[in-house]
């Protein structure tokens, strides 16, 4: 999807019964506002504005979209209504609590709760700082995934799928509870409906089968970007992309530089959660919560020296993969 490039609303104007305070995001399917409802409670508002089908200039409230766009971006406009719509019958502690949609400036409007905290991949960013270059524990890993996987499975209980599971996605509050944002099944249906070809996937977390537009999805899908997440708190970046992998996997390899780091089971989880086949994946997200729960070996913290060799073995074959892949001699 092509980047944003709208005007935002304007700070201090109202919008049905919320004002809008200041932008807080804007990627390019939607802009999120920070706004005020009418007691004066803040609340996340989400903007569907599609920067590839529509225009939007400074001191404009409402999109301009050329004619051959407009049968599309309506049907993307129905899908943000409608996923809107389910995910505010949806009551969970792991999920964010829609409360309100509506249509104005002929788009729509999303209003979410809005919590204090930082994101996940805020969290990881800043574990793997300069200052701070430990490894998330495993303790830690398992304690936030058994809970991001509860609410996944009200979702998909739900007949919904999240397909854009992601540590940007991942909030945690104050009280380190995870909630899972910004749900990317309406992206998808439009990414099947446009005829341009524009990603609305993020490279990394996304599942194979979300590169082909005939693809089957399903929880197999937001499980593979479960084990794409777990993989980026184990190494501070990203997987390789999977359209990447089916050309030259080095998955295996960076999965095997985690020994010492953390348990074999884990690391035995997440290489099936990030297997290409769909179908050699763990079919449901209560598969893999079960593992995560259930199978947790009895000192899955190491020792000072176990982390502390297996982070200079990390680390070296990083260096290693990096030097190969840009053709560097190291004397």
Known sequence: ?????NASLPEGMQLGAYRIVKKISSGGFSIVYLAQDENGNSVAIKEYMPAALAQRKPGDFAPYVTPENLNTYRIGLKCFF?????LASIFHPNIVRVLNFFRANETVYMVM????GRSLQEHVLRNRSKDQKDVLSERFIRRVFAQVMNGLREVHSNRLLHLDVKPANIYLRMD???????????RQTLQRDIS??????TPGFAAPEL???DAELGPWT???SIGSCIYACMSGLPPQESDQRLRDDKMPQALRSFRGLYSAQMISMVERCLRLNSLERPQTV?????ELINNVPESPEFSFLERTGARVRHFQERMARFAKEHNITWF
């Open 222 to 224: 937001d499980v593979y």
């Open 286 to 290: 209560y598969a893999v919560q079960k």
């Open 211 to 213: 590169y082909k537009r």
């Open 196 to 201: 341009k070809t524009y990603p609305m996937y």
């Open 1 to 5: 999807m092509a980047a944003q490039t």
């Open 113 to 116: 709760h809005y919590e204090s």
């Open 82 to 86: 409608e996923e809107g719509r389910a």
């Open 176 to 186: 380190g509870a995870p909630i899972l944002l910004d749900f990317g099944a309406a």
